[in-house]
């Protein structure tokens, strides 16, 4: 497993993601170096989003999490083996 994603993957992630939640704050992490040696996660990256907006009021933990997930579908069915989601209304 290479040891970090390449910043212009971490770029795209956050163009979809302010894009789709409009984020008062948005923290994206790779932790990618923390799981080396997962076969089943060789050349994919794990990554951590901790995102606050408005746009999760009134929402449960799941729907947040949805809606972060379909703005990186993409992602997640490519480069990205594992994400850490922390989606808070402000």
Do not use: C, W
């Not at 770029?11 to 040696?37: F, N, Q």
């Not at 990256?45 to 901790?50: D, E, I």
Request: aromatic share 4%; net charge negative; no cysteine.
């Amino acid at each position: 497993m290479p040891a970090s994603a390449p910043p212009e993957l971490l770029d795209t992630i956050r163009s979809k993601l302010e894009a789709a939640l409009e984020p008062e704050s948005l923290e994206i992490t790779d932790d990618s170096a923390r799981h080396a040696g997962h076969r089943e996660a060789a050349g994919r990256f794990h990554l951590k989003v901790v995102a606050v907006a408005r746009r999760f009021e009134g929402l449960s933990a799941i729907q947040r999490h949805r809606l972060v997930y379909e703005a990186l579908a993409e992602e997640l069915s490519g480069p990205v083996h594992a994400l850490n989601v922390d989606a808070r209304a402000p």
